[in-house]
């Protein structure tokens, strides 16, 4: 099968043939019709992953997937060939992804793709908005809280800002370009916080005593902790918790993406009823995913999908 690998520690992205992999007892293999790029993924491309996972290279890389089953493993029950699935690849040590045209994955970890939505609106879902309904759930929003979304136009903030604002928070989002303010506030942002020029008096503008919590997906969280409410609340998705925040009257609330197949598939469902959407800045082939990594580098705006089947 063609695929994208990193060969080794450290080692670009670049497309290989390999040979195609078979499902063992209580795994199916998925005939992928498409997937997306993830900050994941370049945290294995640059080795960073090393210190956290074995990796036995190649490494396929690409975390999410959907596609079809086209090959159901012993002791299977539930699913057979020929159905849509959707999920995230978590296996141990690091090789298999989803960024090849098949990817064996447990029975277990799979969510089906609702009848209405497209492979590559549920390729480019699993990962984004797990995590971002995680980090949704760890600040509880109420209805009239002032919420700060520090990463707002990426894929897991433009999910955020829209679960946010549908609990009924008001939500200020940070952009720093025409294309980006316009999507957050499509999106359902009450404010648009242009991160590069005087960050803090826009912020304090909206919320003068402070808001009432902040979702850290990029930039300095000391300063975003600084800009919270005493007792306000704050997630990071980038390793920032209370060890890191002592001495600040807030609570810092961990987040592991909540990747069971019921979460993932609820939110597709939302998905497929419009009260959510993923916005794709792009669609790659499979071989135009070095490319992608260079472009996701650069910024985007929602997600990098990438059409593999």
């Keep these: 099968m063609r695929a994208v690998i990193s060969a080794e520690l450290g080692g670009a992205a670049r497309l290989a043939e390999l040979e195609t992999p078979s499902a063992g007892p209580d795994e199916v293999r998925v005939k992928v019709a498409s997937s997306s790029l993830n900050g994941f993924d370049t945290a294995v491309v640059s080795g960073y992953m090393a210190s956290f996972m074995e990796h036995r290279f190649p490494v396929v890389l690409g975390r999410d997937f959907a596609g079809t089953i086209d090959q159901v493993g012993p002791g299977v029950g539930g699913y057979a060939e020929g159905e849509r699935v959707f999920g995230v690849v978590l296996g141990h040590p690091l090789q298999a992804g989803a960024f090849g045209e098949y990817v064996v994955v447990p029975a277990a970890s799979l969510a089906r793709v609702p009848d209405g939505l497209d492979l590559t609106t549920a390729g480019v879902l699993g990962l984004a908005g797990a995590a971002a309904e995680t980090a949704v759930n760890a600040i509880d929003p109420r209805p009239g809280d002032t919420v700060l979304v520090a990463g707002a136009t990426g894929g897991v ?153």
């Design 157 to 309: 903030g433009s999910i955020v800002v829209q679960l946010a604002a549908a609990r009924g928070a008001v939500v200020l989002a940070t952009a720093s370009s025409p294309q980006g303010a316009e999507l957050v506030r499509r999106l359902g942002a009450a404010h648009v916080i242009d991160y590069r020029h005087e960050f803090i008096p826009q912020v304090a503008a909206v919320a003068p005593g402070g808001v009432r919590a902040v979702v850290h997906l990029a930039g300095d969280p000391f300063e975003l902790a600084d800009l919270l409410a005493p007792g306000g609340r704050f997630t990071s998705l980038l390793g920032v918790g209370a060890d890191q925040l002592v001495g600040r009257d807030l609570v810092a609330v961990p987040v592991n993406a909540d990747l069971a197949p019921a979460a993932m598939e609820r939110l597709a469902g939302e998905v497929r009823a419009g009260r959510v959407s993923v916005p794709v800045q792009r669609v790659y082939e499979l071989d135009e995913v070095p490319q992608a990594f260079a472009d996701f580098a650069g910024g985007t705006i929602g997600k990098l999908a990438v059409r593999v089947g």
